[in-house]
């Protein structure tokens, strides 16, 4: 069981928009920043967004990513078939002083 | 170009031991602090460990907290992870990352390729 939820799964067609939720805490997501993550099957992860809403260079502003209270989301616009892969979120935990992950949410673009 | 990579995983039974390394490569080592996430077969994400970069502050999740031992060797820019009294529950892929920032803002920037554990008899 994960210490933030997110949906095991979500979709959406070519061009569409989706969003992925990440749920927490007032001691994670309340007080601290959000990451998000992204996993092709046989790979490492990859840094989509840091401090909530920002994004490294190389990443497309088609990821957008937003928090408020104890939750946070991914925005995915004008998805493409590429974009199928796992995303996590990630955030600091400060009752057990330490990071943790969601259990992420599989991304099918039908 | 940030490079690591992850050594010393393999087949052992349960009670066993093991030892990880990273070796790291293309920033300047001792200014970061590091960690080793694990990914179980079809899993999410774990954070296993981390370490700050002068080896100070160390974290453990509880899973396997008792059990593993974090280190790092600045001058070889060189990370390990000590495993033992080994779980079937211990298999996964063990990801070397480095991160930035510290303790209350720990981003994952750089992931090595993993190297896979499998603990059974």
């Known amino acids: 069981q994960s210490v933030l939820t997110q949906p095991p799964s979500a979709s959406g067609t070519p061009g569409q928009r989706v969003t992925m939720s990440c749920s927490g805490s007032n001691s994670n997501i309340g007080s601290n920043f959000v990451y998000w993550y992204q996993q092709f099957p046989g790979t490492a992860p990859k840094l989509l967004i840091y401090?909530?809403?920002q994004r490294p260079s190389g990443v497309p502003d088609r990821f957008s990513g937003s928090k408020s209270g104890t939750s946070a989301s991914l925005a995915i616009s004008g998805l493409r078939s590429e974009d199928e892969a796992d995303y996590y979120c990630e955030a600091w935990d400060d009752s057990l002083n330490g990071p943790v992950f969601g259990g992420g949410t599989k991304l099918t673009v039908l | 170009q940030v490079h690591l990579v992850e050594s010393g995983g393999g087949l052992v039974k349960p009670g066993g031991s093991l030892r990880l390394s990273c070796a790291a490569s293309g920033f300047s080592f001792s200014d970061y602090y590091m960690s080793w996430i694990r990914q179980a077969p079809g899993k999410g994400l774990e954070w296993v460990s981390y370490?700050?970069?002068?080896?100070?502050?160390?974290y453990f999740a509880d899973s396997v907290k008792g059990r593993f031992t974090i280190s790092r060797d600045n001058p070889k820019n060189s990370l390990f992870l000590q495993m033992d009294s080994l779980r079937a529950e211990d298999t996964a892929v063990y990801y070397c990352?480095?991160?930035?920032?510290?303790?209350?803002?720990?981003?994952?920037?750089?992931w090595g390729q993993g190297t896979l554990v499998t603990v059974s008899s």
């Open positions: 401090w909530n809403n």
């Open positions: 370490i700050s970069n002068m080896g100070t502050t160390v």
């Open positions: 990352v480095r991160n930035h920032g510290g303790p209350g803002e720990l981003e994952i920037d750089s």
